[in-house]
């Protein structure tokens, strides 16, 4: 009878299987726990009794290395497309590694369907869809989830100028933001979907603020800006300052962490005493 972790080794890399748990009795056909190989660990959780074994997988094999090695060419290639299409693979079924991604940033299943994240089984990438206010793709980013990936984000090599991601924007949907006062601008897309919860939210999908950027915000009555705190972050947020104040209030927020990690209650906090 194989142990759990012998179970888990045999998996590839991001699936998962049944086994019987070692605390409620190897052996018994069971099936209680559910084994998991991701990019990092190996572990596991009984439905029955709670058991939660786990096991750092440390250097990885050459097998593995391979496998990354791989994986990064095949990214490498897809940013060389220009048209704004999703993967050929593209799949609403994301697996263990890019769900703990998308859970560490506190983005729930609910949140997934709505903006259509997904992910693409060649690539080993999460999915992140950019739609306008008409519900159509205009852009999408290929989130790495293993070690190793480079570089982190993969997207299409057209012109993105003119492209943002907004929190009221999702897929088949048309939507008016025109008639929003205030918005906050965030520097990636999961920070604009936990922020666009509490109220409308834009991201530039990085630091760079374009001029068609300065057009679409400048028509704002407020903008509040709540970049990473590092010096990326806190320069593009001077950055908007300067370009737009001229035209429109401009307000900062600074934490330690992302918007993405924080809870709902914080995130909630910061937009109350910044609107105090």
């Not at 012998?6 to 052996?27: M, S, Y």
């Not at 593995?64 to 090695?69: C, D, F, V, Y």
């Not at 263990?96 to 506190?106: C, D, F, P, V």
């Amino acid at each position: 009878m194989k142990t759990w972790l012998e179970v888990a080794k045999e998996l590839p890399q991001g699936h998962k299987a049944r086994t019987d748990c070692p605390n409620c009795g190897a052996g018994t056909n069971t099936n209680a726990m559910t084994v998991y190989h991701t990019s990092k660990v190996y572990n596991g959780w009984c439905f029955a009794c709670g058991h939660k074994p786990f096991e750092t997988k440390g250097i990885q094999t050459l097998e593995e290395l391979a496998e990354i090695k791989r994986i990064n060419n095949e990214g490498l290639g897809r940013t060389q497309y220009r048209t704004i299409r999703l993967p050929d693979d593209f799949t609403s079924d994301i697996p263990l590694e890019g769900r703990l991604w998308l859970y560490k940033a506190s983005i729930t299943t609910r949140l997934i369907k709505k903006y259509n994240i997904g992910y693409s089984p060649r690539l080993r990438r999460a999915v992140l869809p950019v739609y306008d206010a008409q519900g159509a793709l205009i852009w999408y980013q290929c989130r790495a989830l293993l070690k190793g990936q480079k570089p982190k984000y993969l997207q299409p090599s057209a012109d993105r100028a003119n492209v943002y991601f907004h929190s009221t924007h999702s897929i088949g949907e048309a939507t008016d933001t025109q008639n929003s006062s205030t918005v906050v601008v965030v520097e990636d897309i999961l920070s604009a979907i936990r922020v666009g919860c509490s109220t409308d939210t834009a991201s530039l999908l990085g630091t760079k603020l374009s001029t068609d950027n300065i057009n679409m915000l400048s028509g704002k009555s407020r903008i509040i800006t709540w970049m990473d705190n590092d010096k990326a972050g806190r320069q593009s947020a001077k950055d908007i300052k300067q370009a737009l104040s001229i035209f429109t209030e401009v307000t900062n927020i600074v934490t330690e962490r992302d918007p993405k990690l924080l809870s709902n209650t914080e995130i909630q906090e910061q937009l109350t005493r910044v609107n105090a």
